[in-house]
């Protein structure tokens, strides 16, 4: 074991109790050229239970972004070779890493370039000196954007369909059921959530707008089109007398 080696001391069950399941086995990327920032950064990234990747220049740090695949990159705005605005237009630029979240550091002196590191899709930036905490807190809450990000762009799956949000468009058996936009919105709804009622008021609101000032009928006619046009969910769609609908679970 390398309890002695440096380093080795940050291994303490204190530092287990920290880590959570945002961080876990989540690889940051740091591309800063100060070697005390970059030491103190990666120190709490993996205290917090990350595993972190560094690259002390822009050229190496654009290397390590190709290699390394990371979950997140916290770039810093000055950096010898390619500079970090640089660096994240290409971040950008590729398909491979274009939703990486950025979080971006800047120097006090550089406040208009941080503005500048936003527009060029930066996601969030840190001014130095920073608090580590502070950075910890920012990285976990992009994690989790982009995690709900991801799920809101998988498509949904019920037995032979498919509805894909991206592609707004609903397969059974890879053939397309053409659906209007509200068709399409409370099958939707339904689908994220299977195996829950929801009442006619919630649909309404979620699929027409709160400032729609239709009736709760107007569900039942869509919801009826709908059956009609997939009949697998002439049965799976369940109706709750006087409350509203919910999809069965595929296993019920
Ligand atoms: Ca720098």
Redesign the pocket.
Known sequence: MTHFAAGGSLDTPETLRYADTVAAARKILII???RDILDLVRHYLEKEGFRARTAADGTAGLAAVRQEHPDLIVL????PGLDGLELCKKIRADPATALTPVIM?T?KAEESDKIVGLELGADDYLTKPFSPKELVARIKALLRRAERREADHKPHAYGPLRLDAVRHEVKVDGREVPLTAKEFGLLEQLLRNKGRVLTRDVLLNSVWGYDYHGTTRTVDVHIRRLKQKAPLLDEAIVSIKSVGYKLREEDD
Do not use: S
């Open positions: 800063e050229d100060e810093d705005l000055m950096l550091l120097a």
